[in-house]
């Protein structure tokens, strides 16, 4: 600065108060609190010259403190030259910038330093760096050498203070982040730096993450710290999903340039700095995997359907206690072998990358696929087999009553907007398992039904053996199923297999026995796998057209079994080998047995709803205890189903009494009356029984006669009034029911006729 020496004795007096009046002002605690603001324009004093020095060969150009502001803060001069008022106007913030940062650094440290070197070079740096461009070169520079050199320990002092600013002011944050769990956890390192990028150390700073993140320690996205020469480390955790900044703000001094003749350099308020130490990308999200299998690729009729649903994760540690998500499973059935194969050849069924759990139920949906059950769970934990049961759809509180489902599949879902707002900042979008799954697939291997009477339960050696097998229940495309590429089903089997069983006593068991001295198989053909009556003896061809012949050979008894070992779609069945109705005993000698029986429906057709029932008539030698037992089928559309509906009254026993007697001497035995809300055809099944259980006569499923056909009744005809003539109308109306005999049917003797069903036929 420049200051001129006044010979006035006013001036010097003046000069003088001023000295007293600064050197009275105590240095330290000088300077207001930080509250008020720094005044931006008023009067200045000037400061004692024992802050400054002078050139020696100049005495009116002084460097250090020239004045000083009412709120305590030394003034500095920054235009070279230039007579100095102890006024100023206005008051600017100078831009931030390292060599700001570094000069207020020394300004607020030295602020109470009454040492006039370092007041002087602090007041040389202030030009250095803060000249005026008016000044700078036309004045500043050419004393800036000549200061140096004239004034002892200034340049060195200078260099010292200047390596100390520029030390100690932070001019940037660096950082560094490690991932620990992908980009869900990791680590960030602080450091502050100088301008030459090294490390300042003892500066309280702020960390803030900007963005979905936050500090473990804190649970917030701030945390504290005070710099230091390592690294600081903050572990952080992702709270969803995009791009996180570690900002760093720090309190950095500012200078003021203050509007005079002469301008001033001042100390300003402190300011906070932010500074962007590092940016990178985080994610809370995962995708989880639905892995579901069913308990069977095959599943017997009759059974609800379950599933075994679990989650899984690629990377396990993303799994965190807490975590928990709503599943939904669909069950679509009723598939074909041709649906199946059509969905996999064109692919439609296939989970695509854009579909969302919405968008491909509907493709199913429009694919006219049958959606016949849902199940729901909830599953918190992974790799855990979470089992679930099919429910009824639209009414979740009953369970899924299935029948034959031919093929099914189910497809199971995750809604990520069915989630709680919380549990859907876990998932990245909809987790779905598409249809056809091999192992969520599953075919419904149906129940057979196998009713079967031999030609004659007795038979003497020589005697030809024959038996009548009536089987429903097979798909009526059975035995041309080949399999489904990829799938785990079984083709069809195509053939059933007969085999007759000679054995010394009655059969006492269901098991078919082993040979032995007591047992024999006799042999044993194939029949074709399907719905339909077959006939087994008596020249009738087998499976492959060759004539079967059975020749009862030895006393005792020959029982016929069918057996069907089971494929995908239909369940194994044996029929048992101590079937009554499947058993002809054999003698050396005839045994008398006249008793015979001929039935015959009440009705041949009825209206739904209408009661009708079965007739017996019973010829022969009848002995007091004697029975007719009474089977009837509901109603079914075709005969390949026959037997395998539900039972209207099933082997009711109707004891043979005295009153049943007729004139002409046999026995009409009428069964209990049914009634049935379904169209089709009922089938009737009677037997006659002696009073120790063996049957006398028989008859199989089926035969002529024993059919009532349910049908619904015509609309009701609205009645007509007659117009009144004179002459009474009258309307007359006959129907002659004749009940010509019973439609004779020549039955079965002794050994009876018992309707044998499949052990698992469905009641």
């Known amino acids: 600065m420049m200051r001129r020496r006044v010979r006035h004795a006013v001036r010097w007096c003046a000069a003088l108060i001023a000295i007293v009046a600064v050197c009275a002002m105590p240095i330290i605690g000088m300077h207001v609190p930080k509250a008020f603001a720094k005044s931006s324009s008023g009067t200045l004093t000037a400061a004692s010259p024992s802050l400054s020095l002078h050139a020696p060969q100049e005495p009116e ?3 250090g403190v020239i004045a000083v502001t009412s709120q305590g803060d030394y003034v500095y001069c920054k235009q070279w030259g ?18 700001t940062r570094s000069m207020a650094y020394l300004l607020n440290h030295y602020r109470s330093s009454n040492d006039a070197l370092t007041q002087a070079a602090l007041g040389y740096l202030v ?3 803060f000249e005026s461009d008016q000044t700078r070169d036309a004045k500043w520079i050419p004393h800036r050498d000549y200061l140096k050199q004239n004034i002892p320990g200034l340049e060195q002092r200078v260099n010292q203070l200047w390596d100390e600013g520029t030390s100690h002011a932070v001019e940037s944050a660096t950082a560094t982040v490690s991932y620990a769990l992908e980009k869900r956890k990791g680590k960030v390192s602080i450091q502050l730096v100088n301008a030459q990028k090294q490390t300042v150390s003892g500066v309280k700073a702020t960390v803030t993450l900007n963005g979905p993140a936050k500090f473990v320690s804190t649970g917030t996205q701030n945390i504290q710290m005070t710099s230091s020469n390592t690294p600081q480390d903050f572990d952080w955790v992702a709270a969803g999903q995009g791009e996180v900044s570690a900002d760093v703000s720090v309190d950095v001094g500012t200078l003021d340039s203050l509007d005079s003749r002469q301008d001033f350099i001042r100390l300003g308020d402190m300011t906070q700095a932010r500074m962007t130490a590092v940016k990178f990308d985080v994610k809370k ?8 299998k069913t308990p069977t690729a095959v599943l017997k009729e009759g059974v609800v359907p379950e599933d075994h649903v679990q989650l899984t994760v690629r990377n396990k540690a993303l799994w965190e206690k807490g975590i928990s998500f709503k599943a939904t ?8 072998a041709q649906d199946m194969q059509a969905l996999l050849t064109s692919q439609e069924a296939q989970v695509k990358k854009s579909d969302t759990a919405d968008s491909y139920l509907s493709r199913l949906d429009s694919l006219h696929l049958k959606r016949k059950a849902v199940a729901q769970t909830t599953i918190s934990e992974i790799d855990t087999d979470y089992t679930v049961s099919a429910r009824t759809l639209g009414n979740q509180n009953l369970p899924y009553n299935r029948s034959k489902d031919n093929f099914a599949s189910w497809v199971w879902v995750i809604k990520k907007s069915d989630q709680t707002p919380e549990m859907q900042e876990w998932i990245d979008h909809d987790a779905i398992s598409g249809l056809l799954d091999p192992l969520e697939s599953y075919s419904t291997a149906q129940k057979l039904s196998v009713d079967s009477v031999v030609t004659e339960h007795h038979a003497i050696v020589g005697t030809t053996l024959s038996d009548r097998i009536t089987v429903a229940g097979y798909p009526d495309d059975h035995g041309i199923y080949k399999g489904t590429p990829g799938m785990l089903w079984k083709p069809d089997l195509e053939f059933a297999q007969v085999s007759v069983y000679w054995s010394k006593n009655k059969p006492d068991r269901a098991e078919a026995p082993h040979d032995d001295t007591d047992h024999k198989l006799v042999g044993t053909w194939d029949f074709k796998a399907v719905n339909g009556t077959i006939y087994v003896g008596g020249g009738k061809p087998d499976g492959h057209d060759n004539p079967v012949h059975i020749n009862a050979e030895a006393p005792g008894y020959y029982a016929f079994v069918y057996h069907f070992a089971g494929d995908s779609r239909v369940d194994s069945v044996d029929s048992p080998w101590n079937d009554e109705w499947e058993c002809t005993q054999v003698t050396q000698e005839a045994t008398p047995n006249n008793a015979r029986i001929v039935t015959h429906v009440s009705n041949s057709h009825v209206d739904k709803g209408e009661k009708f029932n079965d007739v017996a008539v019973v010829t022969g030698s009848i002995k007091e205890g004697a029975f007719v037992t009474f089977t009837a089928y509901d109603a079914v559309e075709n005969s390949e189903m026959m037997g395998t509906t539900r039972y209207l009254t099933h082997e009711r026993h109707v004891r043979i009494t005295a009153d049943m007697k007729q004139k002409d001497g046999s026995y009409k035995v009428t069964s209990p009356e049914v009634k049935t809300d379904n169209s089709g055809t009922v089938y009737w099944k009677a037997t006659l029984w002696n009073a120790r259980g063996e049957i006398l006569a028989s008859h199989g499923l089926g035969v002529e006669g024993e059919e009532t056909h349910v049908q619904t009744p015509p609309p009701a005809t609205p009645k007509n009034n007659l117009a009144q003539t004179g002459t009474n109308v009258v309307s007359v109306a006959s129907a002659l029911a004749a009940f010509a005999g019973f439609g004779v049917i020549t039955l079965m003797t002794l050994g009876g006729l018992r309707s044998k069903m499949n052990k698992s036929r469905r009641e």
């Open 61 to 63: 150009l002084w460097l």
């Open 82 to 99: 230039i007579d100095s008022t102890l006024t100023f106007t206005n008051s600017v913030r100078l831009p931030d910038t390292p060599q």
């Open 127 to 129: 030009h250095d760096y």
């Open 285 to 292: 999200s995962f995708q989880p995997t639905i892995q579901t």
């Open 329 to 336: 499973g669909y069950l679509y059935a009723d598939m074909t």
